[in-house]
């Protein structure tokens, strides 16, 4: 008998390999959840939280969590979130977290916990870092002109600031003082 088995969501496309012995109903529900026409961080934190509070194995979370950091899957589709709620589904999703290793019953949930944790990232106030770049863009007057990624990346930051965005700002900003563009 094949250790390994095929879950797949009919219809979507996506299918997932997961070795013997695990449990097929949560991976389908994540499956489900990803394939969502409209899907943002925001609502991963949140379904992570509320996968953890009705007592899903931390083992499957912190493989959704784990793919989600890496950015394998969509940050954002179809809807617009904005940076307040993302940070408040980062808290909610590492306060429920930090409950969970309290109540761990063994190391090796506690690993669990910890390494869910470390895929979560540090948060910080979404809109404070929002209005900083826009703050240091205008400052630069650097123009988000439509069609072209300056546009697309403005509108993430309206939806989706991370700390990364800092970087990205920075990059820009010394790739213009730089001569760059012309």
Known sequence: HDPLKWVNDTGSGQAALVAGGLDASIVSKIVDLE???SWTLMHRFNSCAEAIQSGDDLR???VWLRFSALRQLTWQRHYNTQPRHLTG???NLT????????RAKDPIEAQ???MCLANVG???NGQRIRD???HIMHRHKVKEVKGTWMEEWHQKLHNNTTPDDIHICEAYIAFLENGGGH
Do not use: M, P
């Open 35 to 37: 394939n969502k026409s």
């Open 60 to 62: 499957y979370v912190y």
């Open 89 to 91: 589904a980062q808290e």
């Open 95 to 102: 306060s429920t977290l930090a409950r969970q290793f309290a």
């Open 112 to 114: 669990y916990v910890r």
């Open 122 to 124: 540090k948060g910080g």
């Open 132 to 134: 900083d770049i826009l």
